[in-house]
């Protein structure tokens, strides 16, 4: 009984590792199909936000009779638009880094987990105790599951020659060894199986799968990159508006007229 419930344990390990995997591989794959696009939607909805927050700086000018220096506007908008900065900066950067996640053939993906699997039976920590007490045990585990994330088929075949010998000089009785609370572990892997089926990035997988909902996708963030547009264009007419009717001048000479 305890050995099939170890098995059934293994298998749901596998499992759930393989569906995290999978995840990873949609968000980088929905990040090369529609990364820069929705980049260049925030960016547009950026340039909406610095107007508006514009138009409220100079309303407020109008308000108190005061003139605008450019030198205040300036800094104003670069402290209150900074987080809006920083997201974007991190949607480009996310967005060029994807392009040059090589895609892996039928062969690695199969390959590498078929090793995954025959590592994860020596060296995961929820079967093996020894790997929470060895460094290097834990080191090895990391490169492996970085190797498996990557379809990395050479390096898998390498870390298994050093796993093997890791586990040989500390004696590692393998399959023998007892696992603890294995009703509760089985339980708590099913829970968080399910958790990772409905939930991103794994539930991108629906999307990036289905060539009509990609498509779809792709006209959705078109139209909502022009609409920002056609916004942002009405925002800075309104601004031009503002300042014309209003007499405000922006001063670049630091005087307050």
Known sequence: MEKEKRR??????????????????????????????????????VACIRCKKTIAYLQKARNWNKGVKAEDLDNYLERVMKPYKVQLERLLRDAEAVKETETATPYEVKRSKELYRRLARMLHPDLNPC?????????LWLR?????????VKTLLELEVLVRKELREL????????????????????EEIERIRNTEPYT??????????????QEELEKERTSFREYHS????????LMQEGGIEIHVDGTDN
């Open 8 to 45: 059934i344990y293994e298998e749901l390990l596998m499992e759930r590792d393989q569906l995290r995997k999978e995840g990873v591989q949609s968000w980088i794959t929905y990040k090369q199909m529609f990364g820069q696009l929705t980049a260049e939607v925030f960016e547009e909805q």
């Open 131 to 139: 790997t929470d007490g060895s460094e290097i045990l834990q080191e």
């Open 144 to 152: 492996v599951q970085d190797a498996y994330d990557g379809n990395d």
């Open 171 to 190: 004696g590692w009785e393998g399959e023998d060894q007892e696992i603890s609370d294995l009703d509760d572990r089985i339980r708590e892997t099913e």
């Open 204 to 217: 991108l997988k629906d999307l990036v799968c289905d060539p009509e909902k990609c498509a779809a996708k």
């Open 234 to 241: 009405r925002l800075k007419q309104k601004m031009l508006e």
